[in-house]
């Protein structure tokens, strides 16, 4: 049996509803970051998050070189960061950072001010598989914000999701 085609599998995958998250690595003119939808949690015991990033994304070669990230969900305010993360437009690299206010945790990663939770984190391990790496993040520090929704993506969009 033939495996389906990529397309028809990344249109099946819109059906489900992806929590989005930013992720956030790199220092001044060496700065990226990317949306997420896979984010879930590892284990609590040590504190570990788990992610899938492209290989391919300008994201992936910072982590494993800076060794540390910041993981922020996005709230139903945060759209336009999603979207800049995303690369809408064409922006890329550090500008992606513009238009929002960030704070810098433990480990130096930044942690997006508002996020409804902001998870400081050391690369733990990465993990190549197909065009994917699973990035396995220990988290160093937690910050949160009580009433900030949360950003969803589903069937190809954003939504917003108020409390």
């Not at 949306?35 to 992610?51: D, G, Q, R």
């Not at 992606?96 to 960030?102: D, P, S, T, V």
């Not at 810098?104 to 197909?130: N, S």
């Not at 994917?132 to 950003?151: E, K, N, W």
Request: proline share 4%; aromatic share 8%; net charge negative.
């Amino acid at each position: 049996m033939a495996a389906p085609e990529p397309k028809a599998f990344r249109d099946a995958m819109r059906a489900f509803v992806g929590n989005c998250s930013v992720i956030t690595v790199g220092d001044g003119d060496r700065s990226s970051g990317l949306v997420v939808t896979s984010a879930i949690s590892l284990s609590a015991e040590p504190p570990l998050l788990l992610a899938c990033v492209n290989r391919s994304s300008s994201s992936h070669p910072l982590l494993a070189e800076f060794g540390r990230f910041g993981w922020s969900s996005l709230g139903a305010a945060h759209q336009a960061v999603a979207e800049r993360f995303s690369g809408f437009g064409g922006v890329a690299g550090a500008a992606r950072y513009e238009g929002a206010e960030w704070e810098t945790a433990v480990t130096g990663a930044r942690l997006l001010k508002g996020a409804p939770a902001a998870f400081d984190c050391e690369v733990e391990e990465m993990i190549d598989r197909a065009t994917h790496s699973i990035l396995i993040g220990r988290v160093r520090a937690i910050r949160t914000t009580p009433g900030a929704g949360a950003l969803i993506y589903w069937n190809g969009a954003y939504r917003a999701l108020e409390d």
